[in-house]
């Protein structure tokens, strides 16, 4: 793999660390979730804040149980945090319910809408159960948020959940251009849930394809690999790169940790995000 490209550690105006901000539930196997997100930020030099949205019982295989926190815990930890480390940038994975969609949206439009988010639209875990907690349609909760969304990164399994009026399975640019036509600046699609020779992964924004990756496929099953790379994303968009800097850099991240992963439990390898690109 080619070395990650130079960065800056530190903001050389004010001599601090960049800070993203990561929203999302809390996996005690450490693979996906906030886990996941802090590992990588602090691998790429980024500090990491942390706001839980969901408490789940799982584990390398699985979740077995998820509860959303109640939505006016989660907000008052932003307006906290707000008020005291400014971030460069957020990533946001399981919302976990409607209201803390919508405590997302809220926060974002009253705070700084120019703040570039990561969306990774969660709605299963890796072995398949449902993680949104509540009744609702996580569906339209989702697409409400994509107006203050930066990159979305779906599967294509949620690729097709979140544009059901596209027909057709494999119209992956239309419905890409869909979710752009509904407020997001752009679509990374990503490939590690079809079965195909490569892992595929094409950006679209509302003007159509503008960037396509693929790397081998490595044998087994991964169980954070979408965490990894979004958070990988809003990392290098806190560190000032540009969009397709930041998803180019952030490929070459995750394909690492994937190729680093070990199998710790009884189901899928976890990626290893500590090195060597530290």
Known sequence: MPPLHRFPQRDEAEGLLPVLLCLGGHDPSGGAGLVADVQTATALGVHPLSVVTALTV????????????????????????DADIPARAVKVGLLASPALARTFCRWWRARRPSLPVVLDPVLRASGGRRLWSVAGD???ALRDCLPSVTLLTPNHEELVALTPEVAGDEEEEARARRLC?????AVLVTGGDRPTPAVESTLYDAGGRRGHWASPRLPGSFHGSGCTLAAAVASFLALGYDLRGAVDEAQRFTAAALAAARPLGRGAAIPWRGGPWR
């Open 58 to 81: 799982q584990d390398s295989r699985d979740a077995a149980l998820v509860r959303a926190v109640p939505a006016p815990l989660v907000a008052a930890a932003l307006r906290r945090l």
């Open 181 to 185: 036509a509904l407020g997001a600046g």
């Open 138 to 140: 996580p569906v339209a």
